[in-house]
């Protein structure tokens, strides 16, 4: 969808992915298959705060 593409091009985030519609309760009991939080990991690595815990 075009929205989709407007919000990848002009956040400064990573995409971590897309959770469809769903309309059974019972389909929506693992959101987390639609995710993939790898990026998150590249992220926090390469973050200068990532070896300085807060605290």
């Not at 593409?5 to 985030?13: D, H, N, S």
């Not at 959770?19 to 389909?27: D, K, N, S, T, V």
């Not at 998150?40 to 605290?55: C, K």
């Amino acid at each position: 969808p075009e929205y989709l593409a407007t919000l990848k091009r002009v956040l400064p985030a990573p995409f971590l992915g897309e959770i469809p519609w769903l309309a059974e309760a019972a389909q929506r009991e693992d959101l987390g298959q639609y995710l993939d939080l790898s990026a998150l990991d590249r992220a926090s690595s390469t973050s200068p705060a990532a070896g300085h815990p807060a605290g």
